[in-house]
């Protein structure tokens, strides 16, 4: 952060560069964020806004990737498995029909992030195939049970077999379905109606009304189509009955919550396998979010160290961490830290005692009020006793006030060697808690 014409440079320099409110021209040029009100709260706000427009870019590509393999593998294996040719203008119309939800997306509901999220590509394509390729099976498997030449199971619904132009509009549906509806599945992690807060929210309105209006202009062009009506070359296109669209409706539906299953499933397998790569407020956020407080902490600290302030509670230094990679050389560096505040603590202890061992013989030399007067003049004459017992009695007041202020030293190194010897037990049973053995040193 900074504000004056000397900040620019390292404005210029940092990874981010913060200017804020009330900085020069030169300082909000060389910066990377400008801060427009007062204090640096907004910093925060900058970091929680900047994470969300993370995930929302991170589900819209995972559902463009989706999409895109769907399309592309129905595509290919219905010509190839079924001789069945789609329609290339049918693809336009997905196409227009879905851009709807895609430009809503931007203001999708998304909750922030604990730490700092990083881009991993395996992941996202993991769950864009995982969706993709199961939604293109579950439309070849409907594809081969609605064409006349194959199963034809409309007969299990008591409906009459579908024309080719009928199947194509039936075939257009359910893909139409699919697209909106993997929307949600690229939302979250989990599956797509686990709102927690943390991995996913409750769509935006708007997002979930454009949703609507794509899958009843979908299902109103499935069934009202004109037959005859072509928006280019290939097969052509008729709509279908209500009964029909139902079904198809239905499978959609069913094929959805399959996909959304495994789609589950595959996040679970990779982070079985990748588990530092688990985020979304899950157990090894919070273990990280620990280590770099620690890590935060053991730096200030050294740098009180370094200026020769003492260190404060031990136990924000030690704990328990998860994370196995990081654990030993954490532990390591917080010993050396603690084994020098030992040390130091206890020259300080020996220090004040060897302070009060002093002032406690100090206090013993002087003897009892009024012997080290009645001794030196007990051989005196009577015409000056008068006088020397004014000044016996002047010095055994300095005495007494002496031996008061040895005293009142005595009792306060008495309480600061209390206090220094129970924050050195703190430290060494905090260092026991967590297994870690000070280096030797002379006593």
Same mark, same amino acid.
């Given at each position: ?5 000397? +900040? ?48 929302? &870019? ?40 879905? +851009? ?66 009928? &199947?194509?509009?039936? &075939? ?86 399959? &996909? ?62 998860? +994370? ?120």
């Amino acid at each position: 952060t900074g504000d004056g014409v000397n +900040d620019a440079p390292a404005l210029k320099l940092a990874t981010v560069g913060v200017a804020v409110a009330g900085a020069t021209e030169a300082a909000k040029a060389a910066a990377d964020i400008v801060l427009m009100a007062p204090g640096l709260s907004t910093i925060v706000t900058a970091m929680k806004l900047s994470r969300q427009i993370f995930r929302r &870019v991170e589900e819209y590509i995972i559902y463009r990737i989706a999409s895109s393999v769907l399309i592309l593998m129905f595509f290919f294996f219905a010509l190839v498995g079924f001789r069945f040719l789609m329609p290339a203008w049918v693809l336009i119309l997905l196409s227009i029909i879905n +851009d709807f939800t895609l430009m809503t997306s931007s203001r999708d509901r998304v909750p922030s992030s604990p730490t700092p999220l990083i881009w991993d590509m395996p992941m996202v394509c993991v769950a864009a195939f995982t969706v993709g390729t199961i939604s293109s099976a579950c439309s070849l498997v409907l594809l081969y049970l609605a064409a006349p030449h194959f199963a034809d199971w409309w007969h299990l619904f008591g409906l009459s077999s579908l024309s080719s132009g009928q &199947v194509v509009a039936a &075939v257009y549906l359910n893909i139409s379905i699919g697209l909106q509806l993997n929307f949600l599945a690229a939302r979250t992690q989990k599956v797509f109606a686990a709102f927690d807060g943390k991995g996913a929210e409750r769509p935006a309105l708007l997002v979930a009304g454009m949703m609507v209006v794509a899958l009843l202009l979908s299902t109103m062009v499935a069934v009202y189509w004109p037959r005859g009506l072509k928006l280019g070359g290939g097969v052509e296109m008729e709509g279908c009955s209500w009964a029909h669209a139902g079904v198809v409706w239905a499978f959609s539906v069913v094929q959805f919550l399959f &996909v959304d299953m495994l789609k589950w499933a595959a996040y679970s397998g990779y982070f079985a396998l990748f588990p530092h790569k688990r985020r979304g407020g899950t157990r090894d956020d919070e273990a990280l979010a620990r280590r770099e407080r620690r890590r935060a902490i053991a730096q200030r600290r050294e740098k009180e160290e370094g200026r020769g302030v003492s260190v404060g509670k031990d136990e924000e230094l030690v704990g328990d961490d998860e +994370d196995n990679s990081h654990k030993w050389s954490w532990r390591k560096s917080a010993a050396a830290r603690e084994a020098r505040a030992v040390r130091r603590l206890s020259r300080q202890i020996s220090d004040q005692r060897l302070d009060v061992e002093r002032l406690a013989s100090s206090s013993q030399s002087f003897g009892p009020a009024g012997g080290l007067g009645t001794s030196f003049w007990a051989g005196g004459s009577p015409g000056r006793a008068s006088r020397h017992e004014h000044d016996q009695s002047f010095r055994h007041g300095g005495l007494e006030s002496v031996v008061e202020g040895n005293s009142r030293q005595l009792h306060e190194l008495s309480a600061r060697i209390g206090g220094l010897e129970g924050s050195l037990e703190r430290i060494v049973s905090a260092l026991e808690r967590n297994q870690i053995i000070l280096p030797q040193w002379n006593e």
